[in-house]
């Protein structure tokens, strides 16, 4: 089984990006699908998993941020990230079980910076 996962990118804090990853298997149903993600110097870390059944999990970090989904027609997995921050700046990847094997797509990169900025200035 192969994963090819897509998507990443460079973007500003605040703005969105949609994660896929393929699959080439159209024999079977994955028992769970999930995205992780590994910033530089940190150990991998689940981001969100879907399971067979449609019940999906996410890390406490998300905090309604992020949507996974899956479609089983097309073979591909998505993540659809919002107001990403650049605390997520990190490769992210995809992973499939099915039957107690695990396998991983190559990672695609996602970097958050902060915009410009504009200076305030209060008078009295």
């Known amino acids: 089984v192969q994963l090819q996962a897509s998507g990443g990118g460079l973007v500003q804090a605040g703005e969105s990006l949609r994660l896929s990853c393929e699959h080439s298997?159209?024999?079977?149903?994955?028992?769970?699908m999930a995205w992780y993600r590994q910033a530089p110097g940190k150990q991998r870390e689940v981001v969100a998993r879907?399971?067979?059944?449609?019940?999906?999990e996410y890390a406490d970090f998300v905090t309604g941020r992020f949507t996974i989904a899956r479609d089983s027609a097309e073979n591909t997995l998505y993540l659809q990230m919002t107001n990403l921050q650049p605390e997520d700046t990190a490769v992210y990847y995809c992973?499939?079980?099915?039957?107690?094997?695990?396998?991983w797509g190559q990672g695609t990169q996602v970097t958050v910076y902060w915009g410009q900025g504009t200076l305030v200035t209060v008078s009295s």
């Open positions: 992973m499939l079980n099915y039957r107690g094997s695990t396998y």
């Open positions: 879907i399971f067979l059944a449609g019940n999906v």
């Open positions: 298997s159209t024999r079977f149903n994955a028992n769970v």
